[in-house]
């Protein structure tokens, strides 16, 4: 089992940059996959970005897609998402999650067996 905590969220204007942090605790973080998803209020949650064990394989949301890049440190035990060029559409909670490394679709929150507390991000027009 792994527990996960996600800082960094917080209030930026539009055209700015936040950078979120999942620190993961308990069994060893390179044996999951790890992944960022969000929920604005009144939808759904959906899925931003997710890396692989090792960080050689990155999968990305077209709408976050040249904007955003999800990083790890697996000495560190964290994992990142750098956010630029934040619009007021990407206003949400954010949540990291983990998966263990098996074979299987990675981009639905249902595929993930951890999750975060979540972290606030609100993006000023």
């Known amino acids: 089992q792994v527990q996960l905590v996600e800082s960094g969220g917080g209030l930026v204007q539009a055209g700015g940059s936040l950078r979120l942090s999942c620190a993961a605790s308990?069994?060893?973080?390179?044996?999951?996959?790890m992944g960022w998803f969000r929920q604005a209020p009144g939808k759904e949650r959906e899925f931003v970005a997710r890396?692989?064990?090792?960080?050689?394989?990155?999968i990305y949301a077209d709408s976050v897609k040249g904007r955003f890049t999800i990083s790890r440190d697996n000495a560190k035990n964290t994992a990142y998402l750098q956010m630029n060029s934040l619009k007021p559409e990407d206003t949400a909670v954010y949540y990291c999650?983990?998966?263990?490394?098996?074979?299987?679709?990675?981009?639905?929150?249902?595929?993930?067996?951890?999750w975060g507390q979540g972290t606030q991000v609100t993006v000023s027009s």
């Open positions: 308990g069994r060893t973080f390179s044996s999951y996959t």
């Open positions: 890396i692989n064990w090792s960080g050689s394989s990155n």
């Open positions: 999650a983990a998966r263990p490394n098996i074979p299987g679709i990675t981009i639905r929150a249902r595929d993930y067996d951890y």
